[in-house]
């Protein structure tokens, strides 16, 4: 299905839209009418095309939805992965769609849940969802040769994976098509995702095991009261941060009881460790989700990171 909307000017009401908390809960999103500076791209028109079908597995089809504005060139593409503990949430729910006034095509995937396959199902479908935006930008006028993923609580743990897993083979799975094509990409942006299960297991055994947490199923179950171990280190992004990686925004509630604060210092320790460029945003007061993360100040932190980091226009 594919329609033509008009993106709201400066002043306008920007619609709320739900983000998926770990537990498939959550609170809206919406740009403060006041918000920002407009850009040219605002004005223009933002093409929806909705339930594409980028693979299909064991009979199931994963679908994205993309938002792509309607400018003179290409436009860079920004990635969202949604939230709901690996068992729920939807695609549909796009708290990053205000970038579209940026400049941005937006692209909203799906993944396999955990009752249908367990880790690292998840990541395959994610990277799938990469080659086949790569291979179908000219078809639908963004460019591909430069993407960002970003994602809340457990979208926000596979687009850590995705960004930092590049080079690793044993999560890069084989479904959908476009098997040239690279499932790499070039800057994270993480809000309040679990970047590593194994200090998770020590600060929060009540999530890592329990069937209280998505990670419980996730990671395949427990052994003897724990998980295996090999699991909660295959899944966890801070496993596999090298030299190479993109440059990394993180957004963490300071009031997180859902994933802990500890999960972002984590992987930004990590980062510094190997001398990359990453910034954790620590959000005062703030929980699992919500409005605010999608606001001014930290949307216009998102602009300006995606901005520095983009190649310049041509």
């Known amino acids: 299905m594919t329609r033509v909307l008009l993106v709201l000017t400066l002043g306008c009401f920007v619609c709320s839209v739900a983000l998926a908390d770990e537990r498939g809960e959550g609170s809206g999103s919406q740009r403060d009418s006041d918000s920002g500076k407009q850009s040219a791209a605002a004005k223009a028109t933002v093409q929806e095309t909705a339930d ?4 299909e597995i064991d009979g199931q089809q994963l679908k994205l939805d993309l938002y792509v504005p309607q400018t003179q060139r290409p436009c860079p593409l920004l990635v969202w992965i949604h939230g709901g ?10 708290p990053v769609l205000p970038m579209t006034e940026q400049g941005f095509a937006v692209a909203s995937i799906s993944y396999r849940f955990t009752d249908k396959a367990v880790f690292p199902a998840q990541i395959y479908d994610c990277k799938a969802a990469i080659r086949w935006l790569r291979g ?15 994602g809340g609580s457990a979208g926000g743990h596979l687009a850590l994976l995705m960004g930092v897993s ?8 084989t479904g959908g098509g476009f098997a040239d094509q690279s499932s790499a990409v070039q800057a994270i942006v993480d809000y309040f995702g679990p970047s590593d299960f194994v200090l998770r297991g020590r600060t929060q055994p009540e999530r890592a095991y329990t069937q209280e947490s ?17 699991m909660e280190k295959f899944a966890s992004p801070t496993h596999y941060v090298s030299a190479e990686d993109p440059p990394l925004l993180i957004f963490h509630g ?7 604060h500890d999960q ?15 910034k954790l945003v620590s959000v005062k007061k703030a929980g699992h989700g919500g409005k605010v993360f999608f606001r001014e100040p930290y949307l216009e932190m998102l602009t300006d990171f995606l901005q520095r980091h983009r190649p310049a226009p041509e």
Do not use: P
């Open 52 to 55: 594409l079908v980028y693979a």
């Open 264 to 278: 972002s210092e984590r992987i930004a320790n990590a980062y510094a460790a190997a001398g990359l460029d990453a």
């Open 254 to 260: 300071t009031e997180d009881k859902v994933v802990l």
């Open 85 to 94: 503990g690996w068992r729920a949430g939807s695609r549909k729910r796009v």
């Open 136 to 150: 179908n930008a000219k078809a639908y006028g963004y460019d591909a040769d430069w993407i960002a993923v970003s």
């Open 214 to 230: 998505g990670s419980f199923a996730l990671l395949g179950g427990v052994r003897d009261g724990k998980l295996s171990g090999v």
């Open 166 to 173: 590049g080079e690793v083979n044993a999560l890069e799975g």
